[in-house]
């Protein structure tokens, strides 16, 4: 299976963006759907959208169209998430995870504070 | 759109006994596209469930799913220490594609 690694925890400004990454080692990295996933301080799970590795094409969930980005480099086997128009509400827990129906393996999740 | 409410939100039980927490959904979900979740302090979830019923790989044979259209019930047969966490269902096809509870903590007596 894959073993996916997140880029470190980030604190940015409201308004600013933020770009955190799940780098896949293991098995093939083009074999898993990969999705975002979000968890406020105390709070439950939040999907927020899918990228399919192979191809590129995405989906996001309606709440956060318009302000994510999920793009990714198939040369690093790295998924990437940008979040932009950050506000408090924002900070939270970023998990990659991959799976399609659902999601199988999860990275350990990287933390951004929004606060000014 | 679907929303998935699981009760109770906190259930109190003692280890050896057994767990039964539901999930409820507003519209019906199919069977194949329901999964359950665990999620420890300060870890990712781990999947426990998914088809409804069938365990993922690794999962103790004292979890099991059941349940189909808009009623499903993960069932932990006899509580161990390290199963006290916080559980999750969350199913995929309808808008939004994807959604989980809003979680059941498990907590000991």
């Known amino acids: 299976q894959v073993q996916v690694v997140p880029s470190g925890a980030e604190v940015k400004k409201p308004g600013a963006s933020v770009k955190v990454s799940c780098k896949a080692s293991?098995?093939?990295?083009?074999?898993?759907?990969m999705h975002w996933v979000r968890q406020a301080p105390g709070q439950g799970l939040e999907w927020m959208g899918i990228?399919?590795?192979?191809?590129?094409?995405?989906s996001y969930a309606q709440k956060f169209q318009g302000r994510v980005t999920m793009t990714r480099d198939t040369s690093t086997s790295t998924v990437y998430m940008e979040l932009s128009s950050l506000r408090s509400e924002d900070t939270a827990v970023y998990y990659c995870a991959g799976g399609f129906y659902y999601f199988d393996f999860w990275g350990q999740g990287t933390l951004v504070t929004v606060s000014s | 759109e679907i929303v998935l409410t699981q009760s109770p939100g906190t259930l109190s039980l003692s280890p050896g006994e057994r767990a039964t927490l539901s999930c409820r959904a507003s519209q019906s979900v199919s069977s194949s596209y329901l999964a359950w979740y665990q999620q420890k302090p300060g870890q990712p979830p781990r999947l426990l469930i998914n088809g409804a019923s069938r365990r993922a790989t690794g999962i103790p044979d004292r979890f099991s799913g059941s349940g189909s259209g808009t009623d499903f019930t993960l069932t932990i047969s006899r509580l161990e220490p390290e199963d006290f966490a916080v559980y999750y269902c969350q199913q995929y096809g309808s808008s939004p594609l994807y959604s989980f509870g809003q979680g059941t903590k498990l907590e000991i007596k």
């Open positions: 990228i399919n590795p192979s191809g590129g094409s995405t």
């Open positions: 293991g098995d093939t990295f083009t074999s898993y759907y």
